[in-house]
């Protein structure tokens, strides 16, 4: 990763509390950069250290590149200080994962703007995409691009923004137990928002519990004075979020939600609003695809009115048409509407999916569900997506199951009596498959390690 923005060795000494080893506090740097792939002349390289890599063994290309300096946690063996040139600053912290973000920190607080972060199974980036969308027609907004919403990418987000923004809206992710409450010990939200709490990333975060557990800790980092903002209708994050002291917005279709959805019709390309919010009823009409994304909505607009908006002028600003700010993209071609929803997949948003499928389709086309394996399940996996193949088995009339988990969709799915078929890889479904040309609506989907979009590009008669 590589952003640009203006620092001098003094602000990264003062921001990981680092020892300088190297060079002067006025040597200046064009950005940061963690990757010599795509390192600049001027640039500071950050030696971070994953699994698989270590960009310690790096520093010599970074230096050959033109890097003006180096962060790091170690000296590699074949660098030695007496021979840098005193041009280049070397900064020595303890860790420089945790520098990153601790740079991160001292920069937003020395930015001095408010910080809105989004996490949650399902939603995350079309919640962000939306909220940003509305704010911007009020305040001066920044966000975090496209996946970088984990300890690499927040930090560097937030380090990449040069003006002074009021609002700043971060989607935070995470696989692993207590990367959500890092990511707001970094940030440091006044507005955080959870989605909903599926179960994803088992692997890393055990049960369900664990899940809540590991989003609800962004609730306890919040701003005391801030605002929690949840999905009122799942029992488990809603009596755990009704625990924290901070003011709270909910949203969903039970009643008792603040802003509550009364009614969904869908006319065309548009739905047909109706929701409730402190006693006043409100309507207006959206286009965005899929019921789900309404939910996605509302938490936007909790937001909205948390940062001190009028949810009466919200509406009135808010454009009609939403549908370019989400995941899910249709294309037409031939018989064949085709909903491409590949970016990822767990049992919630995959059930998500399949919804807006069946929301979509008429009666005279055929419902074709082309689904990939739901990774990072752990133990669960079998049931999972024993689960989903059942869930498909009453909305669609033909499903095609691809991966290792293929035969335990299929397992589910088999009760319905419906045509299906099982292929091991997307490289097994080019070779064997094939789509009857019959009026048709498509859905595509899986987990990003199968890279199911180029069963979209194929479907399209694009090249793979």
């Known amino acids: 990763m590589l952003i640009e923005n203006r620092f001098s060795t003094e602000d990264v000494i003062k921001g990981t509390g680092g020892m300088l080893v190297n060079g002067d506090m006025g040597i200046p740097f064009k950005g940061i950069s963690t990757d010599t792939r795509i390192l600049e002349p001027g640039y500071l390289f950050w030696a971070l250290k994953g699994k698989n890599y270590d960009g310690h063994s790096f520093w010599k290309v970074a230096l050959e590149k033109g890097a003006k300096g180096l962060v790091l946690s170690y000296f590699p063996k074949d660098l030695k200080i007496e021979e840098l040139p005193k041009t280049i600053s070397i900064i020595l912290v303890k860790d420089t994962l945790k520098a990153l973000g601790d740079f991160a920190t001292w920069y937003r607080i020395k930015k001095d703007f408010k910080v809105i972060a989004i996490t949650g199974s399902c939603g995350k980036t079309t919640t962000k995409e939306i909220t940003c969308e509305i704010l911007k027609r009020f305040y001066r907004v920044a966000k975090n691009e496209a996946n970088f919403n984990n300890l690499i990418g927040v930090p560097l987000s937030i380090l990449s923004i040069k003006e002074s923004p009021d609002w700043v809206v971060l989607e935070l992710g995470t696989n692993q137990k207590g990367e959500i409450r890092r990511l707001a010990e970094i940030a440091k939200p006044y507005i955080s928002l959870i989605t909903c709490i599926q179960p994803a990333h088992l692997e890393g975060l055990s049960s369900i519990e664990g ?252 090249e793979n």
């Open 211 to 462: 899940v809540l557990e590991e989003k609800c800790s962004l609730f306890e980092k919040t701003d005391s004075e801030g605002v929690l903002i949840y999905y009122y209708d799942q029992d488990i994050l809603r009596r755990r979020a009704e625990k924290f002291p901070q003011r709270k917005i909910s949203f969903g279709e039970m009643e008792g939600s603040d802003l509550r959805l009364l009614s969904a019709e869908k006319k065309n390309s548009l739905w047909e609003i109706k929701f409730s919010f402190k006693n006043k009823e409100y309507a207006f009409e959206v286009n965005l695809p899929g019921k789900h994304n309404l939910f996605n909505l509302l938490s936007a607009l909790a937001v909205a009115y948390g940062t001190g908006l009028d949810i009466k002028e919200v509406l009135e600003k808010l454009p009609k048409d939403l549908s370019s700010l989400v995941r899910g993209k249709i294309f037409k071609k031939g018989n064949w509407i085709i909903l491409d929803d590949t970016y990822n997949a767990n049992p919630g948003s995959m059930k998500a999916s399949l919804l807006w499928l069946n929301d979509q389709a008429t009666a005279e086309a055929l419902k074709i569900a082309i689904l990939g394996d739901m990774k990072e399940l752990g133990e669960l996996a079998p049931q999972l997506h024993r689960e989903i193949g059942e869930f498909a088995g009453e909305l669609v009339d033909k499903a095609i199951f691809i991966g290792e988990m293929a035969l335990n969709y299929a397992e589910g799915f088999k009760n319905s009596g419906k045509p299906f078929e099982v292929y091991a890889s997307v490289e097994d479904f080019f070779e064997r498959g094939s789509l009857e040309d019959t009026s048709a609506f498509i859905l595509v989907k899986g987990s990003r390690a199968l890279r199911m979009e180029r069963i979209v590009k194929k479907l399209l008669g694009e």
